[in-house]
Nanobody, 121 residues
């Protein structure tokens, strides 16, 4: 059983910063591609950033230069450092992780329950 636990959301003023964390757990699984998505009320869930390794990251154009994704492989944890936050960044942020079992190539996808980020003065 795989579980993703997110933390770090909250209310912040425009221009402020937040750091989201997502810890993945699950005996016998290797966590590969991990990332963050955002979903504003009434809108589709959109990619924010993904990471396979330090040198293999992907960002939405809207967050490039402001957000940084990183991971701690030993802790199976992915982070999203969000700087220079804007009101339009307000959304529920979801962690997503792909996992595989040793000796197999089939990838399972897992989602966290989401954490609210609100940017408002």
């Amino acid at each position: 059983q795989v579980q993703l636990v997110e933390s770090g959301g909250g209310l912040v003023q425009p221009g402020g910063s937040l750091r989201l964390s997502c810890a993945a757990s699950g005996s016998g699984f290797t966590f590969n591609d991990m990332g963050w998505f955002q979903q504003a009320p009434g809108k589709q869930r959109l990619l924010v950033a993904t990471i396979i390794s330090t040198n293999n990251t992907n960002y939405a154009d809207s967050v490039k230069g402001r957000f940084t994704i990183s991971r701690d492989n030993a802790e199976n944890t992915v982070y999203l450092q969000m700087n220079s936050l804007k009101p339009e960044d307000t959304a529920v942020y979801y962690c997503r992780a792909y996992s595989t079992r040793p000796g197999t190539t089939y990838a399972y996808v897992h989602w966290g329950p989401g954490t609210q980020v609100t940017v408002s003065s």
